[in-house]
């Protein structure tokens, strides 16, 4: 028996001399070497957006592993969250350095701002320099901070969210750590515990009161998931509750099994308790983290994050609308109020079921026309009818030249350069334009996934893609959508794979879209340029870059104007763009209007034009 207690008294202080002996390595080759470990923004002044893209910042962790800290376009800047860094470098090319007039890095809550000389830099190559963070700018020195921000780490929440199931398994299933725990709680022993007596009793004594509850409150989950169920199944709109119905339901569904095994294997009242138990704890932990993620707006599509509901972009909603067969427009002569969180629009259409006024057919003599085709930018979401850019470049045309000008706003939302392509042929060449202004835009390349290419286009209309099976949970849940998108890496239902070979088909087929159009041009006469809107999107790039590289399509970069010749500065795009609906303002179009009106002089396509 000695022998044995000293044996035990061996190990328990060996271990603990280990335990000790790793945590003074772990301190000194490890944590010492941390300098942040709070969510880090890195973001410079006196460069516009282009040029702020073309800086990449990277990290390095006390492993000395380099990780990317990606840019956030919504905020304009660096971020990188909860992780342990040992040093952060800004590589930043050769031609940009001398136009930043300062760096500004929020460290948690404390703020750094200085200029690049302040960093220590290396020659990479002949272009660009690292510039490494001053050995200031760090976190706080705080043990016990450091050690906080570990439970923010995606991987740290995840095990002890498994923990904390295996806790609640072992209180529900073990006797005895039930009443250890209990115990604890409640100061008392359970036995003795006057406190649970008391609670069971009153419940007992309001038996009735509370079947009653139960009856109506099961009356009224009927009413609610019968509507519901017919607003998801037909529209696939979710909202928070149409998921509590549908987790209600598929808890339901499991306890009647539950409840069919039990009858049939003859299991306890004790164990069926704890299984019914268990099963209202998995329901209870189940809405409260799918809401707390819906809450936080993790992984929101687009028109939840503006206010609206989740919708499939592999269905066509207006399905009674059949006045224009293979076109996308809305009912001629229709209004409507386009309602978002930051601006309210009235969309008034005309006869060809556009955002623009009735026009004749016949020109009048030297009427000069222009037709702009493009998706919710070109008919200016966010702005008012008469502030679009097209109409916004009718103004400037009429004010800066003697001719007459008329320009179409032929823009849809949710177009893409295919349906404007079939609304061309189709309606607008009857109006005998002289120049056809093509705008695409980034969210086309996020259409094409839904919708294909010309494909789509049937006998009687068009017909989208089939949509994945997966959808209708991934419509449903978040804890899904977490799980799809931040575990597997799948965008909009694609993996990784998947997302590449969808990237270059997509590039391809538009491009073949875009020849369609200058093939179309030289038959039908009339001059064509393509428009690349700058959206904050970077879809298009590869293709710009193709195209430009080309040389034989005239294209139009918005984003490169936006760049080289407003010097549009990141602090400024606020003023162009709706912060949450991206969509630009009236301001905003009148620049896309400045741009295209300059672009049209500098390439001398109209000839009587005078410059201001």
Same mark, same amino acid.
Not at 151 to 158: G, I, K, L, R
């Given at each position: 028996?000695?022998?044995?207690?000293?044996?035990?008294?061996?190990?328990?202080?060996?271990?603990?001399?280990?335990l000790i002996?790793?945590?003074?390595?772990?301190?000194?080759?490890?944590?010492?070497?941390?300098?942040?470990?709070?969510?880090?923004?890195?973001?410079v002044?006196?460069?516009t957006?282009?040029?702020?893209?073309?800086?990449?910042?990277?990290?390095t962790?006390?492993?000395?592993?380099?990780?990317?800290?990606?840019?956030?376009?919504?905020?304009?800047?660096?971020?990188?969250?909860?992780?342990?860094?040992?040093?952060?470098?800004?590589?930043?090319?050769?031609?940009?350095?001398?136009?930043?007039a300062?760096?500004e890095?929020?460290?948690? %809550?404390?703020?750094?701002?200085?200029?690049?000389?302040?960093?220590?830099?290396?020659?990479?190559?002949?272009?660009?320099?690292?510039?490494?963070?001053?050995?200031?700018?760090?976190?706080?020195?705080?043990?016990?901070?450091?050690?906080?921000?570990?439970?923010?780490?995606?991987?740290?929440?995840?095990?002890?969210?498994?923990?904390?199931?295996?806790?609640?398994?072992?209180?529900?299933?073990?006797?005895?750590?039930?009443?250890?725990?209990?115990?604890?709680?409640?100061?008392l022993?359970?036995?003795?515990?006057?406190?649970?007596?008391?609670?069971?009793?009153?419940?007992?004594?309001?038996?009735?009161?509370?079947?009653?509850?139960?009856?109506?409150?099961?009356?009224?989950?009927?009413?609610?998931?019968?509507f519901?169920?017919?607003?998801?199944?037909?529209?696939?709109?979710?909202?928070?509750?149409?998921?509590?119905?549908?987790?209600?339901?598929?808890?339901?569904l499991?306890?009647?099994?539950?409840?069919?095994?039990?009858?049939?294997?003859?299991?306890?009242?004790?164990?069926?308790?704890?299984?019914?138990?268990?099963?209202?704890?998995?329901?209870?932990?189940?809405?409260?983290?799918?809401?707390?993620?819906?809450?936080?707006?993790?992984?929101?599509?687009?028109?939840?994050?503006?206010g609206?509901?989740?919708?499939?972009?592999?269905?066509?909603?207006?399905?009674?609308?059949?006045?224009?067969?293979?076109?996308?427009?809305?009912?001629?002569?229709?209004?409507?109020?386009?309602?978002?969180?930051?601006?309210?629009?009235?969309?008034?259409?005309?006869?060809?079921?556009?955002?623009?006024?009735?026009?004749?057919?016949?020109?009048? %003599?030297?009427?000069?026309?222009?037709?702009?085709?493009?998706?919710?930018?070109?008919?200016?979401?966010? %702005?008012?009818?008469?502030?679009?850019?097209?109409?916004?470049l009718?103004?400037?045309? @009429?004010?800066?030249?003697?001719?007459?000008?008329?320009?179409? @706003?032929?823009?849809?939302?949710?177009?893409?350069?295919?349906?404007?392509?079939?609304?061309?042929?189709?309606?607008?060449?009857?109006?005998n334009?002289?120049?056809?202004?093509?705008?695409?835009?980034?969210?086309?390349?996020?259409?094409?996934?839904?919708?294909?290419?010309?494909?789509?286009?049937?006998?009687?209309?068009?017909r989208?893609?089939?949509?994945?099976?997966?959808?209708?949970?991934?419509?449903?849940?978040?804890?899904?959508?977490?799980?799809?998108?931040?575990?597997?890496?799948?965008?909009?239902?694609?993996?990784?794979?998947?997302?590449?070979d969808?990237?270059?088909?997509?590039?391809?087929?538009?491009?073949?879209?875009?020849?369609?159009?200058?093939?179309?041009?030289?038959?039908?006469?009339?001059?064509?340029?393509?428009?690349?809107?700058?959206?904050?999107?970077?879809?298009?790039?590869?293709?710009?870059?193709?195209?430009?590289?080309?040389?034989?399509?005239?294209?139009?970069?918005?984003?490169?104007?936006?760049?080289?010749?407003?010097?549009?500065?990141?602090?400024?795009?606020?003023?162009?763009?709706?912060?949450?609906?991206?969509?630009?303002?009236?301001?905003?179009?009148?620049?896309?209007?400045?741009?295209?009106?300059?672009?049209?002089?500098?390439?001398?396509?109209?000839?009587?034009?005078?410059?201001?």
């Amino acid at each position: 028996m000695v022998k044995n207690k000293l044996s035990k008294f061996y190990i328990t202080g060996a271990v603990l001399i280990l335990l000790i002996i790793l945590t003074i390595c772990f301190n000194a080759f490890y944590l010492k070497k941390v300098t942040i470990y709070e969510p880090i923004a890195i973001s410079v002044s006196g460069l516009t957006y282009g040029e702020q893209r073309t800086i990449s910042v990277c990290c390095t962790t006390p492993l000395n592993r380099k990780a990317d800290i990606y840019y956030s376009n919504s905020e304009m800047d660096w971020r990188c969250y909860y992780s342990f860094i040992k040093s952060v470098e800004m590589i930043i090319p050769d031609t940009i350095y001398k136009k930043i007039a300062s760096v500004e890095v929020v460290i948690g %809550t404390t703020r750094f701002k200085t200029g690049l000389q302040c960093f220590q830099s290396e020659r990479i190559n002949n272009f660009c320099q690292s510039y490494h963070l001053p050995p200031w700018i760090r976190s706080e020195k705080s043990f016990f901070k450091m050690i906080e921000s570990v439970f923010y780490w995606q991987y740290v929440q995840f095990f002890l969210k498994i923990l904390l199931l295996i806790i609640i398994s072992m209180f529900l299933f073990i006797k005895k750590f039930r009443k250890i725990i209990l115990s604890v709680l409640f100061f008392l022993p359970l036995e003795n515990n006057r406190f649970f007596s008391k609670i069971l009793g009153w419940i007992v004594s309001k038996r009735n009161f509370f079947k009653w509850v139960i009856i109506f409150s099961l009356s009224l989950f009927i009413a609610f998931s019968l509507f519901y169920g017919y607003i998801f199944f037909k529209y696939t709109v979710v909202t928070l509750t149409t998921l509590v119905l549908f987790i209600i339901w598929f808890c339901l569904l499991v306890f009647l099994i539950l409840g069919v095994i039990i009858k049939l294997f003859k299991i306890s009242k004790a164990n069926s308790r704890r299984i019914f138990v268990v099963s209202v704890i998995i329901l209870v932990l189940w809405i409260c983290f799918e809401s707390f993620l819906r809450k936080m707006d993790v992984n929101s599509s687009y028109n939840e994050r503006i206010g609206l509901f989740y919708s499939s972009g592999f269905i066509v909603h207006d399905e009674d609308v059949k006045e224009d067969k293979g076109l996308w427009v809305h009912p001629k002569y229709s209004e409507r109020i386009y309602k978002r969180k930051e601006f309210s629009d009235d969309i008034k259409c005309n006869a060809d079921g556009l955002r623009d006024v009735d026009h004749p057919l016949k020109k009048d %003599t030297g009427e000069y026309r222009i037709i702009c085709l493009g998706n919710s930018f070109t008919e200016g979401i966010g %702005t008012m009818q008469d502030s679009s850019w097209p109409k916004q470049l009718e103004k400037r045309l @009429n004010k800066n030249t003697k001719r007459k000008f008329t320009v179409f @706003n032929a823009g849809m939302s949710g177009s893409d350069p295919f349906f404007e392509y079939m609304l061309l042929e189709k309606k607008m060449l009857n109006y005998n334009p002289n120049l056809v202004l093509v705008a695409l835009g980034s969210s086309d390349f996020g259409f094409y996934r839904f919708r294909g290419g010309f494909e789509r286009f049937t006998s009687d209309g068009y017909r989208f893609r089939k949509a994945p099976s997966r959808e209708s949970l991934y419509a449903l849940s978040y804890i899904y959508r977490l799980i799809l998108n931040n575990i597997f890496m799948y965008d909009n239902l694609l993996s990784p794979a998947e997302q590449n070979d969808e990237r270059i088909k997509s590039t391809s087929d538009i491009e073949e879209c875009i020849n369609r159009f200058v093939k179309l041009s030289h038959e039908k006469h009339f001059d064509l340029r393509i428009i690349f809107i700058d959206d904050g999107g970077d879809k298009y790039f590869p293709l710009i870059y193709k195209l430009t590289k080309q040389n034989k399509i005239p294209i139009f970069n918005m984003f490169k104007y936006n760049n080289d010749i407003e010097k549009l500065y990141l602090s400024d795009r606020s003023k162009y763009y709706w912060p949450q609906d991206g969509h630009c303002n009236s301001k905003g179009y009148g620049l896309i209007a400045k741009g295209v009106e300059w672009y049209l002089i500098k390439t001398g396509i109209i000839d009587s034009l005078k410059i201001e």
